[in-house]
T-cell receptor
């Protein structure tokens, strides 16, 4: 299957700082990328959907000013957690797809805010 | 709102046993995907089913899509410790909207296969 690379895999940051997570599609053009959050022992919760070149669509209850998403090219989307707090600690996962084909997931990023 | 009910939530069995995981909804999906996720990693796609009534086999795993495309099942034969993981079903909505193309995930089935 197609390869989606997510970086970093783990990050620890201090409360109040911002963290950027990258999601790259390595061998295909990702017309749509999705960002999910996963709490321990739970399923994936969609945070936002981004189409290349346009603003992301956020799910209800997700603060767009806190979770900044940029999808500037067909192979890269970034999620920036601004002014991170301990409650933002979680496992963040991106997925990417080309048009309406199957979505492939990144390896995930474990964010710990101390 | 489309929902996918996945059951059971937890399953602990002995090596060699068979098991079935179910994914049900009152909504129709254009396709349904099954993923397996290991701790600390992203989900890995196992299979996509598209046609109502479709059956796909992947070694000891058998996937079925309901005739009405509202439900699916995953059957594992002679489970092995290596099958341990979180199994997620995800349906692709046939409708557009703000999250067009989004996958709707079930809550997952945490499978533990003991040697």
């Amino acid at each position: 299957g197609a390869v989606v690379s997510q970086h970093p895999s783990r990050v620890i940051c201090k409360s109040g700082t911002s963290v950027k997570i990258e999601c790259r599609s390595l061998d295909f053009q990702a017309t749509t990328m999705f960002w999910y959050r996963q709490f321990p022992k739970q399923s994936l919760m969609l945070m936002a959907t981004s189409n290349e070149g346009s603003k992301a669509t956020y799910e209800q209850g997700v603060e767009k000013d806190k979770f900044l998403i940029n999808h500037a090219s067909l192979t890269l989307s970034t999620l920036t957690v601004t002014s991170a707090h301990p409650e933002d600690s979680s496992f963040y996962i991106c997925s990417a797809r080309y048009r309406d084909t199957e979505a492939f997931f990144g390896q995930g990023t474990r964010l710990t805010v101390v | 709102t489309q929902l996918l009910e996945q059951s059971p939530q937890f399953l602990s069995i002995q090596e060699g046993e068979n098991l079935t995981v179910y994914c049900n909804s009152s909504s129709v999906f254009s396709s349904l995907q099954w993923y397996r996720q290991e701790p600390g990693e992203g989900p890995v796609l196992l299979v996509t089913v598209v046609t109502g009534g479709e059956v796909k086999k992947l070694k000891r795993l058998t996937f079925q899509f309901g005739d009405a495309r509202k439900d699916s099942s995953l059957h594992i034969t002679a489970a092995q410790p290596g099958d341990t993981g979180l199994y997620l079903c995800a349906g692709a909505s046939p409708f557009g909207g703000g999250s067009q193309g989004n996958l709707i995930f079930g809550k997952g089935t945490k499978l533990s296969v003991k040697p």
